[in-house]
């Protein structure tokens, strides 16, 4: 029985038009299941890049980042999850197309949150080290500016209680 050519009977006419009906079904399936495969991919993707991007603001606070600064990423985080939730969801409805969509989404504004928290993480960095390098500069000049008041006033001191002892004059006592 050739599937391919030219039917001998009408029998052969419904197995050749069987085949190509599964065929084509087989072909939208397997499109479909590369489909589902590339998002699933990409909502691994996006995942891994969310789970980067949150330990990236973890790092950064740890730094002693601003809490508004942090404030506005973690807002950006809870955004790429909320899109990461709905690619799943979209996925498991059949969604192909959305589901990919918002699964790169997602981990375009993870890639954003890490980036941006990188920077506020060195700028953390930067502003500590500055805080260390003026604390240890002033210590030691706060130290001296006292140790200088200090010894000025008790020269003072001495000096004022010299001269006051100078002036002093020897009274004799009257006798009654």
């Known amino acids: 029985m050739p599937i391919i050519g030219k039917p001998k009977h009408y029998g052969d006419v419904l197995t ?8 084509m079904i087989l072909a939208v399936t397997l499109i479909f299941n590369v489909a589902s495969a ?16 949150l330990k990236s603001v973890k790092e950064a606070e740890a730094a002693g980042s601003r ?27 059949g969604m192909e197309g959305e589901a990919g969509n ?3 989404q997602s981990k375009a504004i993870s890639q954003e949150v890490e980036s941006a928290s990188a920077g506020l993480k060195a700028q953390a960095l930067k502003s500590r080290s500055r805080l260390k390098l003026t604390v240890m500069i002033l210590i030691p000049l706060l130290a001296f500016s006292t140790s200088l008041i200090a010894e000025l006033v008790y020269s003072w001191w001495l000096e004022y ?9 020897v009274k004799l006592a009257e006798e009654d």
């Not at 506005?72 to 799943?88: C, F, H, P, Y």
Request: net charge negative; charged share 40%; aromatic share 2%.
């Open 161 to 169: 209680s010299k001269e006051r002892f100078l002036k002093m004059r």
């Open 67 to 93: 809490a508004e600064d942090l404030s506005i990423l973690v807002e950006k985080l809870n955004r790429a999850l909320s899109l990461l939730d709905g690619a799943v969801e979209a996925c498991e409805a």
């Open 102 to 104: 918002m699964a790169s």
């Open 38 to 53: 590339d998002d699933g991919e990409a909502i691994r993707e996006a995942e891994e890049e969310l789970l980067k991007a």
């Open 16 to 23: 050749v038009k069987k085949v190509v009906i599964l065929s």
